[in-house]
């Protein structure tokens, strides 16, 4: 009964929602991106610029909410990048995302050695504030951002012309060109956004939860929040489902000491959770039908 009441404590609970904050906003990004037909493993890219972005800018300003701008911002130049290589260019879009991922790992390293003299940590800088709702909820505001998200995204994408607009181009982009739509100038946007929220999830994984920036400190968060999104089968709220499930498995492996299982294979818990996740899960899930495609207008 004691290991039952601390898998469902309050501090597992709070942990939980404080972890899936980052999958949530990574999941929401990419199904905004991939439902416009464009794949966006770029994420985890994305996020970890946008945390260095965020420190950097806490740091100089001494104000952490000029840190959060400069991550949002961070994220959005790399997926600029991406949609430009990608939409516009009509090059492969994984090894585009690809090449995003890679860049951010050796400029972030690049930058910490310049800019702080350090190849490890960051020195600690100002972090967001807390903020207590009814004396209760102790989160930073981007979790509270994350969770009222949801309900917008998908309002969004199911119940205005916008949302039609993206979803048409990432299955029937011809038909939705017929009609008016600059499918490449929509799928342009869409990617944006999606830097935009992978910075903010960076953001809130430095200055955020934590207050300092750390080497490779995103760890695959932004490929499980992919995971997260086709777990969700592309649906806002599938996706928070999901986040939540890869949260609460990290905030277990943190959390909670089982004495019969050992720590070092206690923490690996979350991602074994995610390999199990897309091999019993990924089948099920339909992609939009234009996704990874390139849209020329001539046809060719």
Request: proline share 6%; hydrophobic share 55%.
């Amino acid at each position: 009964m004691e290991i039952l009441a601390e898998l469902f404590s309050l501090s597992v609970i709070f942990a939980t929602l404080r972890f899936a904050t980052p999958l949530i906003l990574g999941a929401l990004g990419g199904l905004i991106s991939e439902r416009s037909g464009v794949i966006n493993i770029g994420l985890e890219g994305m996020m970890l610029f946008g945390a260095f972005a965020a420190v950097y800018g806490s740091g100089i300003t001494s104000n952490p909410w000029m840190g959060l701008i400069l991550g949002i911002l961070a994220g959005m130049l790399l997926a600029s990048i991406h949609a430009l290589v990608s939409v516009k260019f009509k090059a492969d879009q994984i090894i585009s995302a690809t090449g995003i991922n890679i860049f951010a790992t050796g400029i972030t390293v690049f930058l910490l050695q310049v800019l702080f003299n350090t190849a490890g940590t960051s020195p600690r800088v100002p972090r967001l504030p807390a903020w207590q709702i009814m004396d209760f909820f102790p989160f930073r505001p981007i979790t509270y951002f994350a969770l009222i998200l949801v309900p917008l995204v998908w309002i969004f994408l199911y119940k205005t012309p916008w949302g039609l607009r993206i979803r048409s181009i990432g299955e029937h982009p011809q038909a939705a060109d017929t009609l008016g739509i600059n499918v490449n100038r929509w799928r342009f946007i869409c990617v944006v956004i999606s830097g935009a929220l992978a910075g903010m999830a960076g953001t809130h994984l430095s200055i955020g939860a934590g207050s300092a920036f750390v080497r490779d400190m995103s760890a695959g968060r932004g490929f499980i929040a992919l995971a997260a999104m086709i777990f969700g089968k592309y649906n806002p709220f599938g996706a928070l489902g999901a986040a939540l499930l890869f949260g609460y498995s990290e905030a277990l492996a943190l959390r909670v000491d089982l004495p019969f299982i050992p720590d070092e294979l206690f923490r690996a818990f979350p991602y074994v959770v995610t390999i199990i996740v897309l091999a019993g899960f990924i089948g099920k899930a339909t992609p939009p039908k234009a996704i990874g495609k390139p849209y020329n207008k001539s046809g060719d």
